[in-house]
């Protein structure tokens, strides 16, 4: 039997990658959103995921008395950016839907968990430049949004979550700029000026291949915290990646020989731990 695996913000635009991507795979997906989800025929829920019932009850395998228990949640759902709604109102769902789907699982003895942390705990948008590049997972988190503040306590709560049930697996994938091939045509605008995309170092991710690190995550099993960058294996600019840090960030420390496109968003940990090689790429298009 294929392994049934919850998906909030299935609606969302790296959401409706990301189940799609499950069910050609084999797993049996349970799509959860506040609104329909376009195109999808599969199982599917409405939800309130700042409602804490309403989460027990899906992550228990309890609604309509379908079930079953699932086996793995992928929770993508929150206001996806910063200046969205206003600041307190981007808290106040987050923050407490994370926290619920968290607890929920614990309850309920869910042991995978993958959720959408993001790359703005990286520092974005670089008004103040990275530390080094490529950036990685190795510095400590500075949100400069609330969105990114939430995210950060994301991490720790998982952190912690992961210390009082040692079984558990949480998996937090810092995605960057999710994109569909439609939105490629517009990328050789940005050669005219490197500034446009300074704020996340020209990064992207396809969410193809978004989809496949939440897949590649959820086979990891091994129990604690873990949090990776994804990005996809290129920068959004046809200029060297060399040549774009020289120009924007001339102090900041490049630690590694860059190939000519190379991502400064490091995927170097995601590729060696989940396996994750990204296979799409705008150039491609």
Known sequence: MSQRVVVTGAAGKLGRAVITDLAAH?????????????????????????DYGQVL???????????????????????????????????????????NVFNACRAAGVRKVVWASSETVLGLPFDTPPPY??????????????????KTLEEEMATQFCRWDPELSMTGLRFSNVMYPEDYA??????????????????????????????????????????????????????????LMAEVFPDVEIRKELGEHETLLSIDKARRVLGYEPEHSWRDE
């Open 26 to 50: 084999g797993w049996d997906v349970l799509a959860v959103d506040r609104v329909s989800v376009p195109g999808w025929s599969g199982d599917s829920l409405r939800a309130d995921l700042t």
């Open 57 to 99: 009850e899906i992550v228990s395998g309890a609604v309509d008395e379908r079930g079953p228990r699932p086996e793995a949640v992928v929770h993508l759902a929150a206001v996806p950016a910063p200046g969205l709604i206003p600041n307190s109102a981007t808290f106040a769902n987050n923050a407490p839907a994370t926290w």
């Open 133 to 150: 590049a490529p950036v990685d997972e190795e510095y400590h988190p500075r949100p400069e949004s609330t969105y990114s503040l939430v």
């Open 186 to 243: 517009a990328f050789p605008a940005f050669d005219a000026d490197p500034q446009l995309r300074r704020w996340n170092l020209w990064g992207y991710i396809d969410a193809r291949d978004g989809a496949q690190a939440v897949r590649r995550s959820l086979e990891y099993r091994t129990p604690g915290r873990e949090v990776f960058v994804i990005a996809n294996a290129d920068t959004v600019m046809s200029r060297s990646s060399a040549s």
